[in-house]
T-cell receptor, first 113, second 111 residues
């Protein structure tokens, strides 16, 4: 069965712009979580959506937002990009929203110049 | 200081060696523990998860949790070059999805 699909794989943006990243979960999975991975801070939780509702939110500024659609696909948006937003953004889906059921996508590599 | 500490390595071992990977954590409220493997240009892949203190075995992998010491380990027996990757420990307060990760240990298994 198809895994978690993230698009695009690579993205280059200019400081001050905004960006939208997309995540298609495994079919039947209703929970989608987003993580930011950088060399300095490692993997950090951004937020989780379950059945179109944000269920948890990490410690990131309001420039980072997300949403989930009725088909469970999710998008995250980063406004007013900063150089420090350069990172690998990972999406993970699970059927039950539990820690044991996570499947990660391969991520979107965002570079802010 | 980070909540979860992990030696970044790299750890280089010969093929067939037993590998020990470790994490320490500061928040005694963490209840659920996981190990992920991440290959270059890929997302993390869940290897093992456990709740209680003690050992859990799955093939060549053994996860060990010592909640009293706030210390978790992953042992890999008969290591293979295909095990070369970054290994991440993760933990959560409840059974949900807000995971706190260690920084990862890069493992290289040489033929």
């Amino acid at each position: 069965k198809a895994g978690v699909t993230q698009t695009p794989r690579y993205l280059i943006k200019t400081r001050g712009q905004q960006v939208t990243l997309s995540c298609s979960p495994i079919s039947g999975h209703r929970s989608v979580s987003w993580y930011q991975q950088t060399p300095g801070q490692g993997l950090q939780f951004l937020f989780e959506y379950f059945s179109e509702t944000q269920r948890n939110k990490g410690n990131f500024p309001g420039r980072f937002s997300g949403r989930q659609f009725s088909n469970s696909r999710s998008e995250m948006n980063v406004s007013t990009l900063e150089l420090g937003d350069s990172a690998l953004y990972l999406c993970a889906s699970s059927s039950n929203g539990r820690y044991s059921g996570y499947t990660f996508g391969s991520g979107t590599r965002l570079t802010v110049v | 200081q980070k909540e979860v500490e992990q030696d970044p390595g790299p750890l280089s071992v010969p093929e067939g060696a037993i590998v020990s990977l470790n994490c320490t954590y500061s928040n005694s409220a963490f209840q659920y523990f996981m190990w992920y493997r991440q290959y270059s240009r890929k997302g993390p892949e869940l290897l093992m998860y456990t709740y209680s203190s003690g050992n859990k075995e799955d093939g060549r992998f053994t996860a060990q949790v010592d909640k009293s010491s706030k210390y978790i380990s992953l042992f890999i027996r008969d290591s293979q070059p295909s095990d070369s990757a970054t290994y991440l420990c993760a933990m959560t307060l409840n059974a949900g999805n807000m995971l706190t990760f260690g920084g990862g240990t890069r493992l290289m298994v040489k033929p």
